[in-house]
């Protein structure tokens, strides 16, 4: 069963779209935060594009170097930070709460996340599947036991993944659990 998500009744009205935000208003930040709670994750690589966005940062000296955003994620204070490739085969952290996350960076980041939201999602509930099941190569995918097994069976789900005679525990590549977070 679908989670039912609460909206507030507005008098029989098509709600969406009515009230006039201006864009200015959206704390990116913020955005993120709430794109990545959704996803169910505390930090996400964004970088499975062809064109992955980079950030600004400062080494001691203050100088400021450009590179590459390898990961997006918040901290037990909700304090976003960016990783961000320091040019030496290591990366350093940019925090929000020092001010180091520029809004050009901030929506090229959140550009990602979302394209990376619609990837994939389940079969069942729709929603963007970071990690789950993997059903005949792609053909459908299932975030959760739950909705997996909305079609298929226990049994059935074993027998899908089960290897060749003799191998069976290895199971195959057509039907397995994985995760893309990294991908
Ligand atoms: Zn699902």
Redo the contacts with the bound molecule.
């Keep these: 069963m679908k989670t039912p998500t609460l909206v507030p009744l507005d008098n029989g009205e098509n709600s969406s779209n009515t009230k006039q935000q201006p864009p200015s208003v959206l704390n990116l930040a913020d955005e993120i935060k709430t794109l990545l709670r959704n996803i169910g994750t505390d930090e996400l690589c964004p970088s499975n594009v062809e064109s992955p966005a980079s950030a600004l940062w400062r080494n001691n000296k203050g100088e400021a170097n450009e590179g590459e955003v390898l990961y997006v994620g918040y901290d037990d204070d909700n304090d976003l930070y960016l990783k961000v490739e320091d040019g030496c085969g290591g990366d350093v952290s940019i925090w929000e709460s020092y001010g180091d996350l520029c809004d050009k960076t901030l929506a090229a980041v959140r550009d990602l996340v979302v394209e990376r939201m619609g990837e994939r999602s ?1 079969s ?4 963007p ?1 970071f990690e ?1 099941y993997v059903v005949w190569d792609g053909a459908e995918y ?3 036991d ?2 997996l097994h909305k079609h298929y069976t226990s049994e059935q789900w074993k027998e899908m993944t089960t290897g060749p005679a003799g191998r069976e525990e290895e199971g195959n590549s057509h039907c397995y659990w994985t995760d893309w977070w990294n991908a």
């Design positions: 389940c069942e509930c729709g929603r599947v789950g299932y975030c959760s739950e909705c």
